[in-house]
């Protein structure tokens, strides 16, 4: 008969493997006492959001992709688990491009520099005031997991960090719209001042077999990190694209739609 340490042993190693969803889960038994910023700064914080996010839009789209290099988008196809035989890109919806784009501009480095580096040294003196707020924000963004709360209508949503514990402001006018409290959404994430953006391509997690593998993962290659904000690019980088083949394998990403406020 084992005994009972040998039993609590054998326990421990699949506690550490649920340690995200346990996580979660008391976050949503447990709704965060939301304090209202006030009219004024919920409408700087929109204000703010509309020129960011239109500024983003024209640098992302007119400047980044097509800057892109080929050996970049091979790179994250590969990460991505969307590369077939032959260098072939299998891609679920048209909407993927996205993460592809992304997950090149972001994790792709030439000298241990990504794109979005490069590109801040290079322009950094001919870039509009508003440009500059939304470049070097995401000098310091990264890929997260997000347990959406309360929608504040036409501005954004509450955010508990899923890997962090800490508390934010998404501002997202479609997503004031649109929103579920008790949504998982793995995202890029863009400090904007005193609050956030989504950047490239969210993606909902609803099924449950996701945030098992994804808390496993956690357990068996994280289990020595201390701050989710302090990991080097290359661990970052592996989090992401293993979150996002998750994503892609057990539940696809069809859901995924982009449109503008």
Not at 53 to 72: F, G, H, I, Q, T
Not at 121 to 133: I, M, N, P, W, Y
Not at 193 to 218: C, R
Request: proline share 3%; hydrophobic share 40%; aromatic share 10%.
């Amino acid at each position: 008969m084992k005994s009972q340490k040998q039993k609590l042993k054998r326990r421990v190693p699949q506690m550490r493997e649920q340690a995200l969803i346990n996580r979660i889960q008391r976050w949503m038994e447990v709704r965060d006492v939301v304090v209202d910023p006030g009219k004024e700064t919920l409408e700087r914080w929109r204000r703010t959001y509309l020129a960011t996010r239109d500024a983003c839009w024209r640098v992302n789209n007119e400047e980044l992709v097509p800057m892109v290099a080929k050996e970049a988008v091979f790179f994250a196809a590969s990460e991505l688990g969307m590369l077939g035989k032959h260098k072939t890109i299998i891609l679920e919806t048209e909407d993927e491009p996205a993460l592809l784009s992304d997950f090149g501009i972001y994790n792709y480095r030439v000298n241990g520099k990504n794109l979005i580096q490069r590109y801040w040294e290079e322009h950094a003196d001919t870039l509009s005031e508003v440009e500059t707020k939304w470049i070097t924000g995401a000098l310091k963004s990264r890929y997260t997991m997000l347990l959406l709360g309360e929608c504040v209508a036409g501005v954004g949503v509450w955010a508990r960090d899923i890997l962090t514990g800490d508390r934010l402001f998404v501002t997202d006018v479609n997503f004031s719209r649109t929103a579920v409290a008790g949504l998982t959404l793995a995202s890029r994430i863009t400090p904007i001042g005193d609050f956030y953006m989504t950047n490239g391509a969210p993606l909902a997690i609803y099924e449950y077999a996701v945030l098992a593998k994804i808390s496993e993962y956690l357990a068996r290659s994280y289990a020595d990190v201390k701050d989710f904000r302090t990991l080097s690019p290359e661990r970052s980088a592996w989090l992401e694209a293993f979150t996002i083949r998750s994503i892609r394998e057990l539940q696809g990403t069809d859901r995924m739609r982009y449109a503008n406020p």
